[in-house]
């Protein structure tokens, strides 16, 4: 079975601009949540999807969003970049029924 | 707001020297304790789940406890193999997930 897959690897803006990352779901799993890294913040909490529908959402701003297709793959849309977006965006899908989280490599974002 | 704290930071073994990190935690109703592995590069790998107080998963050289405030992941006669960073996650009633900052393991041959 695959793992989870995200796209691109590695991602430079410019502050001002917005982007988008990608995330494919191991096979049958239907829930999707995103992860921020930092050195300094850690893993923090963005958002969780479960088919279609977002479940949680963790304490950042609007200008962070996602959404989930028919199909679970999710994005994740950053608009109006700032400095201190730079992170690893990390995506993790479970079965449901399951808590038990599976990460992709993360996206390397780096806005300057 | 629920919180955990990891200690130490970062930590120097040498191959088979046996320690422990610490997990410190307060939540809200909590449904899970979960330890990690991350390796440089790489996004963090499942190594255990604990439910409930006196709780204790074992795999390899690793064992994870769990109290009703802390959680201890124990490392039986490292290897190098081990180095990694070792994340602690809980899981409190409204099914929100947070993590520790995470322990940096190091451990020399």
């Known amino acids: 079975k695959a793992g989870v897959t995200q796209t691109p690897r590695y991602l430079i803006k410019t502050r001002g601009q917005q982007v988008t990352l990608s995330c494919s779901p191991i096979?049958?799993?239907?829930?999707v949540s995103w992860y921020q890294q930092t050195p300094g913040q850690g893993l923090q909490f963005l958002f969780e999807y479960f088919s279609e529908t977002q479940r949680n959402k963790g304490n950042f701003p609007g200008r962070f969003s996602g959404r989930q297709f028919s199909n679970s793959r999710s994005e994740m849309n950053v608009s109006t970049l700032e400095l201190g977006d730079s992170a690893l965006y990390l995506c993790?899908?479970?079965?449901?029924?399951?808590?038990?989280?599976?990460f992709g490599s993360g996206t390397q974002l780096s806005v300057l | 707001e629920d919180q955990v704290t990891q200690s130490p930071e970062a930590l120097r073994l040498q191959e088979g020297e046996s320690s422990s990190l610490n997990c410190s935690y307060t939540v809200s109703g909590l449904r899970g304790l979960f330890w990690y592995r991350q390796d440089p590069g790489k996004g963090p790998e499942f190594l255990f789940t604990l439910y409930s107080a006196g709780e204790e998963k074992e795999k390899e050289r690793l064992k994870a406890t769990l109290t009703k405030k802390e959680s201890f992941l124990h490392i039986t006669a490292p290897k190098p193999e081990d180095s990694a960073t070792y994340l602690c996650?809980?899981?409190?009633?409204?099914?929100?997930?947070?993590f520790g900052g995470g322990t940096r393991l190091m451990v020399k041959p």
């Open positions: 996650a809980v899981l409190n009633a409204g099914n929100m997930l947070t």
């Open positions: 993790a899908s479970r079965d449901g029924a399951n808590e038990k989280l599976f």
């Open positions: 096979s049958g799993h239907r829930s």
